[in-house]
């Protein structure tokens, strides 16, 4: 790394992740007398709430994600560089990469989260999870290639199980993934096919727990239920998926053993943490929850490592009632803003209270024109929850990177009932062998 | 295939290949007596001549493709097939597919044509070419990771290296690569960086021939190389690329050789004919010109085969002047339509006179408010070349798929002078293993 990211005299703070944590704890370090570098693997930020959106055909990877370096691009005082941390030396303060290592005084880990198949890894290969630009354009492949695959079948119990998608997890991502693809069932391809009635698809919707959106209360949750059911979902609660093979997907509701055909397994159940928070682990000694985040301070910073902070996703605080903060954006928002203010008040000298999430609600989307929103004063679903929760992503991504394009898109979209984003790319150059012979235990579109 | 396909009575028309030609045909057959089937490998048609705005990061693939489904969805006479044909059997009129065969009563080829090295196919890896989507977010990749990597470089050789961008070709293709990539250095990028000066970058167009874009008027091509002057980029004509090897571009100018160090090459020179050339030579002795391409028949017919016709960048069909028409959108087009005809018209036992091509003139972009027009009685280059050339695509990028947004999305990236679609994916996800030493002979963003 240049001389210019290590020899200064400025307090140095770096910043691993940039995500939505790592992103506001660098923009309200703008204007401090602090050195920024901002360190990812990707040279984009990625806004994640919409990456379904990608999975389903709606929009491309560009339309939510911005060059880090834009977005940075006038704050004189940050420096991003590309790169992925291998550990962290808390004594010498430093960071230990591919080929360099980096000085630190102020070290904020912000590394998210990745899928977890709760010691079932071998699934990731048939279901994938939703976390990178490259898992919603796998998605998306798998979503439109069943529908060519299914055109291309004769026999009517294989062309079935390519019109079958399994959605696992009743969570926000698993109800706007299932909403979207009984849209592109029973609406987008609906005359696109000669030989298949793409209406015929069946979309399920499975959740281990005796109802979808656990985080919300459960008369939004059953509103949300019933709305996915008029859309064409078929939404199982109280059902745990006990195996996945040979495009087989194995249910067990009570007793009940259950055999789905399926060839579309789309995961959005788990969530672990990065790797990261094993590295905080072994060098800082810092606490880990079962699902391997970092539990912190109540100001962010790791037991006995002041200047070091886990911020986002990664990071365990207790709300009021000791349950975990969930993994939203705002959390992420909020906390990368406090950690920046926490750092410009040492910096004087000056102390800060602990942090305090504002929980301004939540929302998830259901279909088109339907939405879920569990505010403090308010909880709603339909068409105006619909505009709320377009309102506020509008706001949130014009914030960024004035993405105006996207929601002129949306718009379009709206109108037209049109899903322009239904490439099939990546590995599907190659022939159609999905119809093959499937009897192996290998699903052919892996191949 | 299911029985629709091949059991019923009336006339069937199969086309391989969706690009302009291909669905060109299909398009105008809509109301014909015919049952058509359109087979791509690819589920959606792509606007080839917008692909070197993807690969330079203004818009994103789903921009400028559309799925072959949607725009055929109303030709109730139309099954659109995703699939790859091995083998043409002109005797029993049907083709060999990987799991199917399929008869016709006539065949239109219009499968197009991929890269030419000239015999140097080891270059492929070293210097991509720009034909498919992949292909586009591989240049991109490399065009913003060459960047990154010399943001990270302290050696003054080596970052040198990485910003200089050499493109070989200077076919319009090179023209608006080059154009672009100066905007890209000189303009979207220049307070991104915090170690390197992006200004720096070092454009070079290799041409072989006297003069660049060689099909347009000498005026034309000495207006379009000051005009990319002025960008910045340095145009060298008369001068071969001899070898590309680690790193380094061997080229030849009269007698003087000369080695330029660089990281990114990026091919525009040649193409050679698509596979289905061959498979025509092979089963119906149709004859093949140096590249590839099918001579046809002044109807566009194989020689001795009234029913399979080859159409697009594949057919070898001279103009008045004994050259072969150029391989541009506008000839594919008229051609598609032209076979369309001539099946109608001998469905009712007419004929139609040889296909003649109408040229309506001939453009191509330099910059973001630059371009140059060949028109039979206009030449321009400049701000209102650049007008007209946006209003030309405008026309045919809206009459396939109402692609209204992109035209937005253009208004707001000459706006604001952004490249929002400028994500590094794919391979990236890879920690930047560019900086490390590359004196093996594979370059290190092959890793």
Redesign the interface.
């Known amino acids: 790394?240049?001389?210019?990211l290590t020899n200064q005299s400025a307090h140095h703070v770096v910043i691993i992740g940039g995500g939505f944590g790592g992103l506001y704890a660098a923009k309200s370090l703008k204007n401090a007398p602090v050195k920024v570098t901002l360190i990812d693997?990707?040279?984009?930020h990625l806004f994640q709430p919409l990456l379904y959106q990608v999975a389903t055909g709606t929009l491309?990877?560009?339309?939510i994600?911005?060059?880090l370096?834009?977005i940075l691009?006038?704050n004189k005082n940050t420096?991003?560089?590309?790169?992925?941390v291998l550990d962290i030396d808390p004594e010498q303060q430093k960071l230990i990469l591919?080929?360099e290592e980096l000085n630190y005084d102020t070290l904020i880990v912000a590394t998210g989260v990745s899928h977890h198949y709760f010691g079932n890894e071998q699934w990731a290969d048939v279901a994938p999870g939703l976390k990178?630009?490259?898992d919603a354009l796998e998605m998306r492949r798998r979503i439109?290639m069943a529908f060519?695959a299914a055109?291309?079948e004769?026999n009517p119990e294989k062309r079935r199980a390519w019109l079958t998608f399994v959605v696992v997890g009743g969570g926000p991502t698993g109800v706007e993934l299932a909403g979207a693809l009984a849209e592109i069932a029973y609406s987008t391809?609906k005359?696109?096919?000669?030989?298949i009635d793409t209406t015929e698809a069946q979309i399920l919707l499975l959740e281990g727990i005796d109802r979808i959106l656990p985080p919300y209360p459960p008369e939004l949750s059953a509103k949300t239920e019933a709305s996915l059911v008029d859309l064409g979902v078929t939404v199982r609660t109280k059902t745990l998926v006990t195996n996945i093979e040979n495009d087989v997907v194995t249910i067990r509701q009570g007793e009940q053993i259950e055999e789905i055909p399926a060839k579309t397994i789309l995961w959005a159940a788990g969530v672990k943490a990065s790797r990261m928070g094993q590295v905080l682990a072994k060098s800082t000694g810092a606490e880990l929850d079962r699902t391997g985040r970092v539990v912190v301070q109540p100001d962010l910073s790791v037991a006995g490592h002041p200047n070091i902070f886990v911020i986002g996703d990664l990071a365990n605080l207790a709300d009021k009632d000791g349950k975990p903060l969930p993994g939203v954006a705002p959390v992420a928002i909020q906390e990368g803003k406090y950690v920046a203010n926490l750092i410009k008040s040492r910096l004087t000298a000056k102390s800060l209270p602990a942090f305090c999430y504002q929980d301004y609600g939540s929302l998830a989307v259901i279909g088109r024109n339907a939405a879920v929103i569990n505010l403090p004063f308010l909880r709603l679903t339909g068409f105006i929850a619909w505009l709320i929760w377009l309102f506020v992503h509008i706001y949130y991504l014009i914030e960024f990177?004035?993405?105006?394009?996207v929601f002129?898109?949306w718009g379009?979209n709206y109108l037209?009932r049109?899903r322009?984003?239904?490439?099939?790319?990546?590995k599907?150059?190659l022939?159609?062998?999905a119809?093959?012979e499937a009897s192996n235990s290998r699903t052919p579109l892996e191949v």
């Not at 693997?41 to 984009?44: P, S």
């Not at 990177?401 to 394009?405: M, P, R, S, T, Y």
């Open positions: 790394m240049p001389e210019e693997k990707r040279n984009f491309s990877p560009a339309d994600s911005a060059p370096r834009g691009s006038n420096q991003v560089a590309m790169g992925e591919q080929n990178t630009v490259e439109f060519e055109e291309k004769s391809l005359n696109d096919f000669r030989n990177d004035n993405k105006v394009v002129i898109q379009w037209t049109k322009g984003a239904r490439l099939i790319t990546g599907t150059s022939p159609l062998v119809v093959e």
